[in-house]
């Protein structure tokens, strides 16, 4: 069964701590993303990977890191840097790296809360 | 970089009725235009997409219109059902290399 998956679908944070978002996909694609999604707004880009070991800021990438060390994984760290991080996240994939043209795949989310 | 907007924020029908959202871009070079929907505490999926060297594309009940020259892309939904009831983005691929903006969003609401 093909797909992406992201854990925990619930998470919740105190406030000044660190915490990583799981993303894993199996269906062999080049390219991976995070966006963060926000009551009445759309999506906004936080970073992304064309390919392995190498990814790129987003729009919104000032308190989030990432790795790129497995083709299907894409993790995300909300580090307490990030000043507002209670948000609803978003992995998604694409098949080709180079090809920004191709269909984005998303994950079904991890809603964050800090406390 | 790219800027998309998109009307209305809430749009309510008739069951059975059209519904049309509408989008606008800023980046001339833009050339892809998907259409996700989002059902509530779901991520979001494709719909349709359109690619600039088309004006039009159709789906069964569901098609996009592209005018490339006003920098505006549509989406029209027709015989609306319950089931069509969920948040619909648009985005657009800008010339950059930072992927798809999004618009903010349309709840559409399917009235019985």
């Known amino acids: 069964d093909g797909g992406i998956t992201q854990s925990p679908k619930y998470l919740f944070r105190k406030e000044g701590q660190n915490v990583t978002l799981s993303c894993e996909q199996n269906?062999?694609?080049?390219?991976m993303y995070w966006y963060r999604q926000d009551p009445g707004q759309g999506l906004r880009l936080i970073y992304y990977s064309q390919i392995v070991n190498d990814f790129q800021k987003g729009d919104i990438a000032e308190g989030y890191s990432v790795s790129r060390e497995k083709k299907e994984s894409f993790p995300l760290t909300v580090t307490s840097a990030q000043k507002n991080p209670t948000a609803f996240y978003l992995c998604?994939?694409?098949?080709?790296?180079?090809?920004?043209?191709?269909?984005?795949?998303f994950g079904p989310g991890t809603r964050l809360t800090v406390l | 970089g790219e800027n998309v907007e998109q009307h209305p924020s809430t749009l309510s029908v008739q069951e059975g009725d059209s519904a049309v959202i509408k989008c606008t871009y800023s980046?001339?070079?833009?050339?892809?235009f998907p259409w996700y929907k989002q059902e509530l505490g779901k991520g979001p999926q494709l719909i349709i997409d359109?690619?600039?060297?088309?004006g039009e594309k159709k789906d069964q009940r569901i098609a996009v219109t592209l005018n490339k020259t006003a920098k505006h892309f549509s989406l029209h939904i027709t015989e609306t059902q319950p089931e069509d009831s969920a948040v619909y983005f648009c985005a657009a691929l800008g010339g950059g290399a930072d992927g798809l903006t999004f618009g903010k969003g349309t709840h559409l609401i399917i009235q019985p």
């Open positions: 980046d001339s070079a833009s050339n892809y």
């Open positions: 998604a994939s694409s098949r080709e790296g180079d090809n920004l043209l191709d269909e984005q795949f």
């Open positions: 359109i690619r600039s060297n088309v």
């Open positions: 269906l062999n694609h080049d390219a």
